[in-house]
Structure formats: C-alpha cells, structure tokens
C-alpha cells in the first residue's frame, strides 16, 4: 500500500535521484528531530563524503536542481547546513489525507505487505482445570491486538490457543475428581471447585503417601489411554473451555486453532529421536534424554526424564516441528510472561539447531511484565489476592457503569450497559497495551477509567465526541453550501488542522512499525496522541460555528476522518469505540 506519507518519501527519494547528483543507494532519509520545522530530512554526510563535496556544498547543489511535480505532496525544500529539509504541502496533504480515509473507511490503515505470508501467533494458552489468571489474561489481549495488527498488514495469520491440557498434574486431578466426586457449578465457579480439589488432594497426600501413589497411577492410566481416565479429563478440557469461552467473548477474541499440548503427545518421541540424531541431545545413562548447554544464555536442559516422562519444553519443540510443516509461517509469535524467556531461548536454539525452522523464519518471545494489584502488590494466588478474567471484566463493567451513568444521563437504560461493557473491557484492554509490554501494569482503576488521562475511556469520549458533531452537523440547516460540493481542503490551514492531520497521515506507519516490533503500544500511543491533538483542535477550531460554510464542510470532513482513523487504531487494540457516550 502507498499511503500519502509513503509518496511524499517517495517522491523525494526520485526527486533526489534524478538529479544524478546522488547515487540512489546513498539517499536515506530520516525523519527530523521534533523542534526542526520539517517533516522529512536528507542528512547529506555519507553522501557527501563518498563523492567528495562538503555536505552544505552538496545540500545546496541539491537545492538548486531539485524539481517535482505540480501536484506532489512536497511542500518547501530548505538547507540548514549539511541538512537538505522538506515539508509536506498542507492543502494537497489535508485533500490526500482525508479522501485516503474517507475512501478506505473501516480498511484506513490496512496494508498488503504481509501477502502470501503466515504469522502463528500463540497467545492466551490457559491451563486446564484452572482458572484464567492474570498473566493469561495479558497475553490474551495482547496477543489478540498483535493477529488484528498482523491481520491488517495483509498477513494470514493463525491465533493457537495452545492450552495447558497435559502433564503430570492431571493424575491428581483425576485422582481428586475420583475421590471427592464432580463438582456442581458452572463456568469459572466450576473450575474454582476443581482447583479447590486439587489443593485438598494435594493436602490429604502429606498424612497418606498412597494417594500420591494413585495419582501417579492415573497420570500413567491417562497416557495409556484408559477410557475412565481419559473421560475425565475430556471433562475438564471442556469445561475449562466453556468457563474461558465466556471471557473470550466479552473481550471479542476468537482463536483458529486450540491445539493443546495433549495434541502433540503422538509426535514426542519422534522429536526426542531428532533431537538425538541432530547429535544436539544425548541419552543419559540413567536414560534421561539431556541437552547440554548450548552457551552461557542457554544452560543444559531435559527432554525426557530418567522416567520416561516428557516435558514442557518437549512439546513445544513438536508445536514448532508441527507448525512450520502445516503453515510454513514467516513468523512465529508466542506471547507468554517474562517468566517463561529462558524456555523460549532453549526453545528456538534447540529447534534451529535440529533445522526444524529454516533461518529465515522469525521465531520471536513477546514476553510480558507482571500485573500488580491497586496496593502496588504483586498478585499471587499464595497471597490470596489473585485477580481472575471473569471477576476483573465484571468489575471494570461494573464501574465503567457508574461513570457512565454520572456523565451520560440521558442515555436508555440498554444504550447504558452496551457503553459500560465497552468502556469497562475497553480499559483493562488499554491497561494491558498503553506502554511497552514488558513492563508490569498496575490495576489502578481510577487511572483506567479517567476521562482526561491517557487511557481508553478518554480515547473513546474523543471518538464520540467526533460522532456527536458529525450528528449535530446532520440536524443543522445547511448554511449555503449544498451537500454535493466538493470539500475545500485549502480551508484547513490553522496549525491545530495542519498538525492533527498530519498525525493522521502517520496512522498506517504507526501499524507497520507495531508490526515489525510486535508493539501494540506504538499503535495505542498514536491513538492518545490522535485524541489530543483533536483536542487542541476543537478548542481552537470552532466547527458547527465555522466563519464560512466552506470551512465548516472542511471540518466536518476532517472530524469524520478523524473519527474513522481513531475507531480503526481502537479496532486493532481490540477496543470497541461506541458512537455515543
Ligand atoms: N500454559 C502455559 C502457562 O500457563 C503457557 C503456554 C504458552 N505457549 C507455549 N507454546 N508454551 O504457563
């Protein structure tokens, strides 16, 4: 895609080219510093030095040639020393930008690089017979943002739930539900009451050593394939499924694949014999299968224990082995806690080293920081203050409910809830991707529901606050301008239009660069920083009240744009932006 940005570059690059003064090779701009007046610079150093010529020598030689189209994007061309400045023609960018979004509509933003190319995202991958906790509950809405944003630059992309569904736990679970019996509830209170069996099984087994024993029986009985054994855990791979499936859908998260580690059981001891015969991993002599430290960020590690048993790790190498052969993928993303970084490094040496992956293919950790409670403590179930997805969505609903009902009175009692739902889960999404995802998030309500600061409800109130003029310009006679007349774009000149839409004009970067660094935040921090300039503008620009009906039909069209880019940035996040508010 070339978006208006893209051909300003463009034509620069050309323009500079043909002037025959530079080899192609050695243009490479940049862009300026934000207190330089300009929008795109050729710094001419390594050019200059490579033919020879001072650099303000050759800046200003350039100036002098340089030639562009009538109709080209590129507003002035200036030296300042060895710096050859452009900037963007306001009237020709504002009537580029804003028909590119008025066209493109919900698809502003989109982009085909990704085409003919797969991206795996593996993303929330709960575990089995607990509840979701908090870190499931980040890489579920991180890794959602990051399949819309890859899904936008035109990637195929695959979301795999890659469900914790096996291991040695199950034996004591199955043991549990044995012995205690099935619980009666539903959905996460049902996982609740398994999770509580689990813990009194684990209790009872300190004064009566048998039961570890039978638990270790099931787990054998359950890779055996015994029918009992295996009905129950059926049982609770499913009722795990519907409890998160309600969450799934609250946040708008559907995955195209749930292929858990029990799915790979078949394929392990075909990646241990790689493993051996890539001569990467060894037999020990007590029969452990070992992998010795590859280097000093990769210490030695198991693939199968002296037992026999297989592990974590194991079936993720068969994930990877399983996944390039079915989608032969560009990337591979796994978002999954910091925690877990070691295991992604021996992970991804191990598999390049069998050749499971061919080097080009990007195998990336998208690690995440921790969540900490509102009294800055680090939420743990030990310490009894574990926040789980169902309770969280509930209470961010249930307060974006009282903000709602105090500052939109008049909506209807239905319009009330749809908008509390939205700005409830609209702001544990944005919580979760304002700031770089490996730093830790704070669950400071207040903060998350604020109608001023940086987060989605002030987000959503601007995008609003957009629909509601672009509705009252709707009911107003119109001032002497009829409805079919073309927008007069060299209206817009106020520094609060020029630099909102100039911001709007970087949108589709700001999704390339998300992409390629596997940032939601790059994405949301242009969306705070499209509501604040918007801001500025409608304080400065009056619209309904506009001195001539010419401007007025101007702004209308650049809050319109304004809107669509900001519901389209909030769409990638995961965030709904609802028309009133
Ligand atoms: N179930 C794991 C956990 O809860 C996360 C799995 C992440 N994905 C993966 N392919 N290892 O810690």
């Not at 909506?411 to 490996?438: F, W």
Request: proline share 5%.
């Amino acid at each position: 895609m070339e978006y208006a940005l893209d051909r300003f570059v463009a034509a620069i690059q050309a323009a500079l080219s043909a002037t025959d003064q530079v080899p192609t090779a050695l243009i490479d701009l940049q862009t300026p510093k934000p207190n330089i007046p300009a929008d795109m610079a050729f710094p001419t150093f390594r050019a200059a030095k490579e033919l020879g010529i001072a650099p303000p020598k050759l800046a200003q030689d350039l100036a002098a040639t340089l030639q562009f189209a009538p109709d080209a994007l590129v507003g002035t061309v200036e030296t300042a020393g060895p710096f050859l400045n452009f900037t963007l023609h306001p009237e020709r960018l504002a009537a580029a930008v804003i028909t590119e979004i008025t066209h493109l509509g919900d698809s502003y933003g989109h982009d085909d690089q990704g085409h003919d190319q797969r991206v795996v995202v593996d993303y929330s991958s709960p575990n089995v017979a607990k509840r979701m906790h908090v870190g499931h509950i980040r890489s579920t809405i991180i890794g959602h943002s990051l399949v819309n944003i890859f899904r936008a630059l035109g990637y195929q992309t695959i979301g795999d739930n890659h469900l914790g569904d096996w291991g040695k736990q199950f034996g004591v679970i199955i043991a549990a539900i044995e012995r205690y019996g099935r619980p009666q509830a539903e959905g996460e209170a049902e996982l609740a009451q398994v999770e509580a069996l689990y813990a009194r099984y684990n209790d009872e087994m300190k004064d009566h050593p048998e039961l570890d024993e039978v638990a270790r029986q099931r787990s054998l009985l359950l890779e055996q394939g015994d029918p009992q054994a295996r009905q129950i855990w059926q049982w609770c791979v499913e009722m795990t499924l519907a409890a998160n499936q309600r969450n799934y859908n609250r946040l708008g998260v559907q995955f195209d694949h749930m292929l858990g580690e029990s799915f790979y059981e078949d394929m392990l001891p075909g990646v241990i014999q790689d493993a051996l015969d890539a001569e990467v991993a060894r037999r020990d002599a007590d029969g452990a299968v070992v992998v010795d430290a590859m280097d000093k960020s990769i210490p030695t590690f198991l693939l199968q224990r002296a037992d026999g048993a297989t592990l974590y790790l194991t079936r993720d190498l068969a994930t990877i082995k399983y996944r390039q052969a079915t989608f032969a993928p560009a990337k591979m993303a796994y978002v999954v806690g910091q925690p877990q970084e070691l295991h992604f490094r021996q992970l991804f040496a191990l598999a390049r080293a069998i050749n499971y992956v061919p080097a080009a293919i990007e195998l990336v950790h998208v690690p995440f920081g921790t969540v900490f409670d509102t009294d800055g403590q680090t939420i743990s179930t030990r310490k009894g203050n574990m926040i789980f997805l169902a309770t969280l969505l509930d209470e961010a609903t249930a307060r974006a409910r009282t903000v709602v009902e105090e500052k939109s009175p008049d909506l209807s009692d239905e319009e009330k809830d749809t908008v509390a739902e939205a700005v409830g889960i609209g702001a544990v999404i944005y919580n979760d991707l304002y700031q770089d995802t490996r730093r830790n998030i704070t669950l400071d309500w207040d903060r998350m529901l604020s109608r001023e600061g940086n987060s989605a409800t002030y987000l959503q109130y601007s995008h609003a606050r957009c629909c509601s003029i672009i509705r009252r310009a709707a009911e107003l006679p119109d001032a002497g301008q009829p409805a079919d007349a073309p927008v007069q774009y060299a209206a817009l000149t106020h520094p609060a239009e020029q630099s909102l839409i100039k911001h709007l004009a970087k949108m589709p970067w700001a999704v390339r660069e998300a992409g390629t660094r596997y940032a939601p935040f790059v994405l949301a921090d242009w969306c705070y920083t499209t509501a604040r300039e918007f801001g500025v503008f409608f304080e400065q620009c009056p619209v309904l009240r506009a001195e001539t009906p010419e401007l007025r039909a101007a702004r209308l069209a650049l809050v319109a744009a304004t809107a669509q880019a900001l519901r389209n940035g909030l769409g990638l996040l995961g965030i709904k932006a609802p028309q009133r508010m």
